[in-house]
């Protein structure tokens, strides 16, 4: 066993018995929550250095560690994980696991500046439009709201 989550509010542990979980509503996952704000794939708990990560897969309700949304972090021992509203204490040992040392620091991935502060930030998800091909005749319209005439809309596609 390579640690647990405890209900905070009582109830029984989970153990968490590998070192990479997938936690959902679906049947399919390592970790099943049947309740109907947890989405169908909500996260991935994975051990990488001895520290157990937590990477939100897009879900509805989002992962929160101690109150805080994320979309990857460490989770460190004694932390609260929230899945959608359902919050567990995380009991583990990083020395069992294979740390040697202080914790990594929370260094900026390789992605880190191709994320918006609001993605980053978990309140927003970024938004790819289709990619055009040229044989596609229908191009996209684009505007901007301007403060050269109040109340008027400029086209990017048209001159002033």
Known sequence: MYGELVPVGGGDPIPLLKKSLLIGRRESCDIVLRFSNVSAHHCQLTVNGGYWHVRDLQS???????GVRVTDKR??????LSVAKHKYEVNYSPIDLGAVGPPPSEMPGEDFFSKSLLERAGLEQRKFAPAKTPSDPVEQTRYDITNDEPGQIRFRNQPR
Do not use: A, Q, Y
């Not at 509805?60 to 101690?66: E, Q, Y």
């Not at 989770?75 to 609260?80: A, E, H, L, Q, S």
């Open 60 to 66: 509805r309700n989002g992962v929160k560690i101690n």
């Open 75 to 80: 989770i460190d021992p004694g932390d609260t």
